[in-house]
């Protein structure tokens, strides 16, 4: 029952071998491909940042960046949105906030998710909110995060998912704005971490079995 949303990448796919791109020497080894080159990521979000201002162009909103794999993701985001704004008659006024939720050791999902520092949200009353998350796997992180801001009564709240794991999912969780669907494999890279390695790398990576040994908790 997947239905096809966005930019979908094949479970056959074996990625780009890694010679064909620039990446940090520290990692040589730790990675078996790139998956998405960062340019192709850049190229994406800009056209998610055009979708996102034909809906929501003239409101305000309230983008709510989901630490720590988000960062980069949001900053790319939030940039091309405010280069939209800088160049037509439609403007999308910002503000950006930032919550941090911990749910993975090693590769493995836990079951006990984590809102870091979870403070007063209630300045989300009444906001048009974007929440914007680098990767949704089960889908299960993106409900408790949905069901604690829905708590604080916005008026709307969007999601942006650049990532999309291919996973049986509750399709209720799926983002509104979908970069590109994913195999179900563990990916690093563009802010995506392994137990907080591969952040400083620019393409989304599949890690390789030596990656993981070698970073393991
Ligand atoms: P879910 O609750 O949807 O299964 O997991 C979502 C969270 O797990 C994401 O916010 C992200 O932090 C983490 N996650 C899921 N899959 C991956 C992956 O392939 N790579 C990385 N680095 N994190 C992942």
Redesign the pocket.
């Known amino acids: 029952t997947w239905q096809l949303l966005g930019y979908d990448i094949n479970d056959d796919w074996p990625g780009y071998s890694l010679d064909l791109f620039s990446y940090p020497a520290h990692y040589s080894g730790d990675i078996d491909c790139v998956i998405i080159p960062h340019g192709v990521i850049m190229d994406r979000t800009e056209r998610l940042a055009r979708n996102i201002m034909d809906d929501l162009g003239d409101h305000d909103i309230v983008v709510l960046c989901?630490l720590k794999?988000g960062y980069q993701f949001c900053a790319d985001l939030v940039d091309r949105i405010k280069a939209l704004s800088r160049n037509s008659d439609r403007t999308i006024p910002m503000r950006v906030h930032f919550i941090r939720?911990k749910?993975?050791l090693n590769?493995q999902?836990t079951e006990d998710?984590h809102i870091l520092g979870a403070e007063d949200l209630s300045f989300l009353a009444g906001k048009n909110v974007l929440i914007v998350?680098?990767?949704?796997?089960?889908?299960?992180?993106?409900k408790t995060l949905l069901k604690h801001v829905e708590a604080f009564r916005p008026k709307m709240i969007k999601v942006a998912g650049l990532l999309v794991?291919r996973v049986p999912h509750n399709s209720a969780c799926l983002p509104d704005y979908v970069g590109f669907e994913i195999p179900d494999?563990?990916?690093?890279g563009y802010a995506?971490?392994?137990n907080e390695y591969f952040r400083d790398l620019n393409h989304i990576c599949v890690i390789s079995e030596s990656g993981k040994m070698k970073y393991k908790i």
Do not use: C, P, Q
């Open positions: 989901v794999g939720l749910s993975y590769d999902s998710l998350e680098a990767i949704v796997g089960t889908g299960k992180t993106m794991k494999r563990f990916v690093v995506l971490d392994y």
